[in-house]
């Protein structure tokens, strides 16, 4: 078999280094080898877990469903990514980053691809049937956007958007797993991680804009253009009051505040930075945002303890 590693993995990944051969082609359809991507998509799940765990008083947010969200992240980044592959391989095979992924490199087929995507859908549904059958079913919701997203940038100048909606359902599940209903909160949470997400990932597509506008992908780096700076950071400013909007919903104290200061600091220094012109300090800006993620989770963790222990509020 050949073997290739990916263009926008980090050299010397577990992946390259220690996966028996047979298996690499399907940790890097999986983006084992690039664990950013299932991070951003746990955040809005752990997010909502933490917000929930505020608005009922609890101590923590509930350490099996942060398991269950984790799991679950992995495996369904991996479906989606594996899912996206197997529909965009003929445009991967133009775009510079993307020629080396393994269908449009030959590492594997789209057949078995899409075999392995099947999969791990398999592993996600068992995950998500140990939740109450409202989480069952709001989870099972996000499956059509998931499907739509690989299409977006061939209808759209905002399929960044769409990956907003998929990747930010998890702002719901958190939130339903604890209540079995759905609020105002964790609605404002998803707004805030759907406006997030457009932004980090707009950072992220910078890398690929002129190949993208060669062979007619469209997004919103090309959209914002010479306005990107000031549209990221309209968006992160979005994000921010979203973000306290749902915070406040649920009478959180000052340590949620806190963390999301600091979250709002980070993106600060996101725009600021940013150099659209160097793919490195984009996909460096936008790896940033795992970091970034543990702030308004910490804040929001911090005050539920807090509160138990008779302290914050």
């Not at 780096?221 to 309209?234: E, H, Q, W």
């Not at 460096?284 to 914050?312: E, H, T, Y």
Request: net charge positive; proline share 5%.
């Amino acid at each position: 078999m050949t073997d290739r590693a990916v263009a926008d993995a980090d050299r010397g990944n577990w992946v390259d280094r220690w996966a028996p051969l047979s298996w690499r082609p399907y940790a890097r359809l999986a983006r084992l080898d690039r664990p950013i991507g299932w991070w951003l998509l746990l955040w809005p799940c752990w997010w909502s877990a933490a917000l929930a765990a505020v608005a009922a008083g609890a101590p923590y947010p509930n350490p099996w469903h942060l398991v269950l969200f984790l799991v679950g992240a992995i495996v369904m980044r991996g479906a989606g990514c594996t899912y996206n592959d197997v529909v965009d391989r003929d445009v991967d095979a133009q775009v510079t980053r993307t020629r080396s992924r393994p269908i449009p490199s030959g590492q594997v087929s789209a057949k078995r691809a899409f075999a392995f995507a099947v999969a791990l859908s398999f592993v996600g549904l068992a995950v998500l049937l140990q939740f109450n059958l409202t989480t069952i079913l709001v989870g099972a919701g996000s499956l059509v956007v998931v499907a739509a997203y690989p299409f977006a940038k061939r209808v759209t100048d905002w399929p960044q958007m769409v990956l907003g909606l998929a990747f930010s359902w998890g702002a719901f599940l958190g939130w339903t797993a604890v209540f079995g209903e759905l609020a105002l909160a964790p609605v404002a949470l998803y707004l805030a991680a759907i406006l997030w997400t457009i932004g980090y990932d707009t950072i992220y597509a910078h890398q690929d804009r002129r190949d993208d506008a060669i062979v007619g992908i469209r997004s919103t780096a090309r959209l914002f253009g010479r306005y990107t700076k000031l549209s990221i950071g309209g968006l992160f400013v979005a994000t921010v009051v979203a973000l306290a909007v749902a915070f406040a919903l649920v009478g959180a104290g000052w340590p949620a505040y806190v963390g999301l200061a600091a979250f709002a600091v980070h993106l600060a220094w996101q725009v600021i930075t940013l150099d659209e012109d160097d793919p490195a300090r984009c996909l460096m800006l936008f790896r940033s945002n795992r970091i970034a993620g543990w702030m308004p989770f910490l804040g929001l963790v911090a005050d539920a303890g807090l509160r138990a222990a008779g302290v914050g509020g």
